[in-house]
């Protein structure tokens, strides 16, 4: 007998996937485009702070370098005016140290220049005004006042020395008078030159001669 050859069918039953395992590509994307939107927008928030703190830094770079070169302004400015000051005085009262000598005919003519050169020294007010910190223009009216003081005092001891009545005893109240004066002077320029010292930072000096 021959064998039996009918066909059988064989059903393979497959169970649907479930629904969410079709979206899976797409999650998976959606939470690596996010993690990587996350990291830009924290790396541009870092950046921006970076820039910030940078000009920031860069800023106060330049303002401390700007008031540096300010501040050497400044000083080297209030240094060479007060040396002018100081040089001028000097050759005030070196000048004034004459009186006698001068002739009758250009006591006239020397005062007149010695009044100028004071006055020159108060041309420098207005500098010490805007460059200082502290109150040095009021010293250096100080002493351009002793000089006119200095400088007039000059003078009448110059007419008290040439006046054929003038007395012995006017003549030593008129010598006195001026060397208190020059002494006013030299007074003056130590009290300038002590206020130009704490200006500028240096050591103060010892108290003023003993006039």
């Known amino acids: 007998m021959g064998q039996d050859i009918t066909p059988h069918v064989i059903q393979i039953i497959?169970?649907?996937?479930?629904?969410?395992q079709?979206?899976?590509?797409?999650?998976?994307?959606?939470?690596?485009?996010?993690a990587a939107f996350t990291g830009v927008l924290v790396s541009n928030r870092t950046n921006r702070k970076a820039i910030s703190t940078a000009q920031s830094n860069v800023e106060l770079a330049n303002a401390a370098a700007e008031h540096r070169e300010h501040e050497k302004w400044r000083r080297e400015t209030l240094l060479v005016t007060a040396?002018?000051?100081?040089?001028?005085?000097?050759?005030?009262?070196?000048?004034?140290?004459?009186?006698?000598?001068?002739?009758?005919?250009?006591?006239n003519s020397i005062l007149n220049s010695l009044r100028a050169d004071v006055e020159a020294v108060g041309a420098t007010d207005g500098v010490f005004d805007i460059v200082s910190k502290s109150p040095?223009?009021?010293?250096?009216?100080n002493l351009r006042k002793a000089l006119y003081d200095a400088v007039a005092a000059a003078g009448s001891l110059e007419m008290a020395l040439h006046g054929d009545k003038t007395s012995q005893e006017d003549r030593r109240a008129a010598r006195d008078a001026f060397r208190r004066a020059v002494n006013e002077?030299?007074?003056?320029?130590?009290?300038?030159?002590?206020?130009?010292?704490?200006?500028?930072?240096?050591?103060?000096?010892?108290?003023?001669?003993e006039s």
């Open 83 to 107: 040396t002018k000051v100081l040089n001028r005085s000097a050759e005030i009262r070196y000048r004034i140290q004459v009186p006698g000598n001068w002739s009758r005919d250009r006591s």
């Open 136 to 141: 040095i223009g009021v010293q250096s009216k």
């Open 22 to 34: 079709a979206w899976l590509p797409l999650l998976g994307s959606c939470i690596v485009a996010a």
């Open 185 to 209: 002077v030299q007074a003056a320029e130590h009290s300038f030159i002590a206020a130009v010292r704490i200006e500028l930072g240096f050591e103060p000096i010892p108290d003023s001669p």
């Open 14 to 20: 497959q169970s649907s996937p479930a629904w969410w």
